[in-house]
C-alpha cells in the first residue's frame, strides 16, 4: 500500500519553520492559515513535533458562512 502522505501538502510551524502537518488536500491549505498563538483566533491547537511549542490553525471557510 502506498504512502500518500508524501504528496500531501504540509503546513509548516511558525516557529520553527518544520513540517508539522499534513492536509486532505491543496484547497483547504490554501483556505487555512498558521498562526502564532495570540495573533488570532484559533480554530485548532497544535503542538509541533519538532519545537514542542503550541500554535494555531484558522481555518477560513468555517468563518466564510
Known amino acids: 500500500m502506498a504512502d500518500n502522505r508524501k504528496k500531501m501538502p ?4 511558525p516557529h520553527c ?4 502537518a499534513d ?3 491543496v484547497k483547504l491549505k490554501n ?3 498558521v498562526l502564532k498563538l495570540g495573533a488570532e483566533p484559533a ?3 497544535i503542538e509541533c513535533p519538532r519545537c514542542h511549542k503550541l500554535f494555531g490553525l ?3 471557510v468555517l468563518h466564510s458562512a
Open 10 to 13: 504540509k503546513l509548516d510551524c
Open 17 to 20: 519553520g518544520k513540517r508539522c
Open 23 to 25: 492536509v486532505a488536500d
Open 31 to 33: 483556505d487555512s492559515v
Open 43 to 45: 480554530d485548532y491547537i
Open 58 to 60: 484558522y481555518i477560513k
